[in-house]
C-alpha cells in the first residue's frame, strides 16, 4: 500500500487515484488501535498476575496460571477490540491539499474546487 497508495475517492465512490500519503495516514491508525487493543494485556495483566500470585490459593494452583492469564487476555480483548476499532473510522477522509502534488494536480484539473476531501479505506 505505501509503495503503490490506496484508492482515493470523492464522496460519492467515484475513484480519483491512488495515494501513498494516505495509505501512510491509514496504515498509522491501524498501527496505533492495534496497539492500543494489545497494551492492557501486555501492561495490565503481569501486575495482576504478579498481585494474585501472592494468595495461598494461587501458589497451590501453578498449573493453572496459564489458563487464568488466557482467560484474562480474552476479557481484555472482549472490550477493547471494539473499542480500539472505534477510535479512527474506517472511512477516512484527506484534504485535497495534503495528496501528492501529481494527484492532487490531476484532480484540481479535473473537478476544480468541487472536491475538497478525498476519502479512503483505512483497512482494520
Known amino acids: 500500500e505505501i509503495l503503490n497508495g490506496i484508492a482515493v475517492t470523492d464522496e ?3 475513484t480519483l487515484g491512488h495515494s501513498k500519503k494516505a495509505a501512510a495516514k491509514g496504515i498509522t491508525q491501524v498501527a496505533i488501535s492495534r496497539i492500543t487493543m494489545a497494551a492492557p494485556g501486555m501492561i495490565i495483566l503481569p501486575i495482576i498476575m ?3 500470585e501472592k494468595y ?3 501458589q497451590r494452583i501453578t498449573f ?3 489458563p487464568i492469564q488466557v482467560m484474562f487476555v480474552g476479557v481484555f480483548l472482549i472490550f477493547m477490540v471494539p473499542a480500539a476499532c472505534s477510535l479512527f473510522p474506517q472511512r477516512c477522509s484527506m484534504t485535497v491539499s495534503k495528496l501528492e502534488p501529481e494527484l492532487r494536480d490531476s484532480i484540481v ?3 476544480g474546487d468541487k472536491v475538497q476531501l478525498v476519502y479512503f479505506n483505512k483497512g482494520l
Open 12 to 14: 460519492n465512490g467515484n
Open 50 to 52: 504478579q498481585r494474585l
Open 56 to 58: 495461598k490459593f494461587m
Open 64 to 66: 493453572l496460571h496459564g
Open 109 to 111: 484539473s479535473r473537478y
